[in-house]
């Protein structure tokens, strides 16, 4: 798939191509196609990677993909309890929902919801490409980082910087203390993008 030319939106298995204003529904695959793949669903919140794309994600772990969740908010403003409390509790749904769909492992970067504008992008990028090499992932599934009128600042902010994280994974001279770990730059081939909205 060429990403430069798909600002596009994926919800379930649904691909919005807006460069030739075709839609593309991929369907479920006999087998196991994919087995060997790796994939990451990357969102700030614990609720929206199964409302939004939680069809698509067990479509591709049905057909052989190890899939991998990474939240980056600690979504302390998700509950009506105390701000530790919502933090735990997040967490808690965030593991179960995790399980549920069959994702492989669950990785929580835990930066203050609401607050993610005012975080270093940069940092972030970093985080996300370290996961994605050392994990190996060739499908990032993640929000639209050009959506209009997204107004979640941790949205926006989490989708920029994966979009920049795939395009600089496979650089060898993006991160060059990952080589003295052992941790190889990474072609990341394809990307899904979610567009939830502008609710918070």
């Known amino acids: 798939m060429d990403r430069s030319r798909i600002p596009s939106v994926a919800a379930g298995a649904m691909l919005a191509q807006a460069a030739v204003g075709q839609v593309r529904v991929e369907r479920r695959q006999t087998g196991q196609p994919h087995k060997g793949k790796a994939f990451a669903a990357v969102h700030a919140h614990s609720h ?6 939680g069809g698509l994600c067990a479509k ?9 969740i990474i939240r980056t908010s600690n979504d302390q403003n998700g509950g009506d309890h105390t701000i ?7 967490e808690q749904e965030h593991l179960k929902m995790a ?14 919801h609401n607050r993610m ?5 940069t940092d972030l990028r970093g985080r996300l490409i370290l996961i994605f090499r050392m994990l190996k992932v060739d499908t ?19 989708g920029r ?31 899904y993008y979610l567009y939830p909205g502008f609710s918070f």
């Open 48 to 53: 929206e990677v199964p409302y939004y794309a």
């Open 60 to 68: 591709l772990i049905s057909e052989g993909y190890v899939g991998y």
């Open 84 to 90: 530790g409390e919502n933090v735990l509790n997040n």
């Open 99 to 112: 399980s549920a769909l069959g994702f492989k492992d669950v990785f929580d970067l835990s930066y203050r």
């Open 117 to 121: 504008n005012g975080i270093s992008s």
């Open 140 to 158: 990032v599934i993640t929000f639209n980082p050009w959506a209009p009128e997204e107004e979640n600042p941790d949205r926006w902010v989490t």
């Open 161 to 191: 910087a994966a979009e920049e994280a795939i395009a600089m994974s496979d650089i060898a001279t993006e991160y060059p203390e990952y080589l003295e770990a052992g941790i190889m730059p990474h072609s990341i081939g394809e990307s």
